[in-house]
């Protein structure tokens, strides 16, 4: 068994670690205020081949493993988890067309998207379903010319701010078989979008309602198969769950570099607060917590690039453990900066902010303890 990162790995995670430092770690505040991340910066992440982490190189791709992925998330969050997560819901959309759509659809949307001149919404939640997505009600009716939408989508990452958003909508009967994935290109008639949700992190992703009023799309913009969209809306959440956690653990790690740094700079009672010794431990516990949450993450990702049987059960351990350390290392880092932590100029108040959603989204971490404790109990026979 070999824990270590090959070279390769190793200067993927370099080279997105430094471009994290150089295009995203100085903007990110700035960002954040102003509620949205500049368009020019994706193309900049696609000219290293992020726009399609694993897409596949038969289709212009990156061609990378689920845990290669993890690497790159962990490496951008150190700068900002909110465009790391981000980019991460693109990625998941990229791979659903790479995965199921008509050569024709794969190839009107998808080179746009690797090169990120196309960002990419993924419209699953809506107002009335979240954890119980199967029973969303979005209705796309099929007509001679295509389909007329009519719903709501809430939460959606990207809403109003994206290219084109691929909406689970349903096309059939109640349940998951009557899902379809469509894609629907921003300026369609009928589309539009609720008022910027005021949200506690993930500030610089403008976060909005997505609503379909007798929205006109053409049938070519069925991705797949009718019928099948929620499974392949599922089919990604397993490589998302991964990504999120990917991103607490990096934002995590960051708060603790600095808390490492600062603890040595502030003095308290004649010393260095990192003389303390009850504080030392304190460290010590984030240390292991990190390293622990690190190995488990690559562990999981491991077994989805292996087809695990199991795989679907690690990820979900991983991402409920992995964000659930984030948050706790998060916090505690800001706890040991005192005063200053609250302070958004330190960043690590941010980064407490920014971590609290990944243990509500990709499915909640409640959602995790239940597919861990179903796939335990069916094991039990
Ligand atoms: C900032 C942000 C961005 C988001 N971006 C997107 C996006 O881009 N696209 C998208 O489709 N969605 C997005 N979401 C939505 C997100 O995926 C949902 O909020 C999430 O799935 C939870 O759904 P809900 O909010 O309806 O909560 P509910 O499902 O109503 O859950 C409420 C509570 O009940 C618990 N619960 C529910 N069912 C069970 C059960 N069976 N057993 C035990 N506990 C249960 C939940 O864990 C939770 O604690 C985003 C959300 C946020 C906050």
Not at 97 to 115: G, I, M, V
Not at 212 to 231: I, T
Not at 282 to 302: D, S
């Amino acid at each position: 068994m070999d824990f270590a990162l090959s070279e390769e790995q190793e200067a993927i995670f370099d080279m997105a670690t430094a471009f994290g430092e150089a295009e995203i770690a100085p903007h990110a505040q700035a960002w954040e205020r102003e509620g949205t991340i500049p368009k020019d910066l994706w193309p900049k992440l696609a000219e290293l081949g992020f726009g399609g982490l694993y897409v596949s190189e038969e289709n212009g791709g990156s061609g990378l493993s689920r845990l290669d992925a993890t690497l790159v998330f962990e490496a951008l969050s150190q700068s900002c988890a909110s465009v790391a997560a981000f980019l991460s819901i693109h990625n998941m959309c990229a791979k659903m067309l790479d995965n199921y759509a008509s050569a024709e659809l794969r190839d009107r949307y998808l080179p746009r998207a690797l090169t990120m001149e196309t960002f990419f919404s993924y419209c699953l939640t809506e107002p009335g379903s979240g954890s119980d997505a199967a029973a969303l009600k979005t209705r796309a009716e099929r007509t001679n010319e295509g389909y007329v939408m009519n719903g709501t989508k809430a939460f959606i990452s990207g809403g109003g701010y994206s290219d084109a958003y691929i909406v689970m909508a349903r096309t059939g009967e109640d349940g998951p078989r009557g899902i379809s994935s469509i894609i629907v290109d921003d300026g369609a008639e009928g589309l539009s979008f609720g008022g910027l949700e005021d949200k506690m992190g993930w500030r610089s992703q403008p976060t909005r309602q997505v609503q379909f009023d007798d929205c006109k799309v053409p049938a070519g913009n069925l991705l797949g198969e009718e019928g099948k969209g929620f499974r392949y809306a599922m089919a990604g959440l397993d490589g998302g769950r991964l990504n999120i956690a990917a991103c607490s653990l990096g934002a995590a790690q960051a708060a603790l570099d600095a808390t490492l740094t600062y603890m040595g700079e502030r003095k308290a009672f004649g010393k260095p607060i990192d003389q303390f010794q009850a504080l030392q431990f304190r460290l010590a516990e984030m240390e292991i917590e990190l390293q622990a949450a690190r190995t488990f993450l690559r562990q999981a990702a491991w077994k989805l690039d292996e087809n695990h049987p199991d795989a679907t059960k690690f990820c979900a351990m991983a991402k409920k453990h992995v964000t659930e350390v984030g948050s706790r290392v998060a916090d505690q880092c800001l706890q040991l900066h005192g005063g200053y932590g609250y302070l958004a100029d330190y960043g690590i108040e941010k980064i407490v902010r920014d971590l609290r959603v990944h243990q509500i989204l990709e499915g909640t971490n409640e959602i995790m303890r239940l597919i861990v404790a179903r796939q335990m109990l069916a094991e039990r026979g």
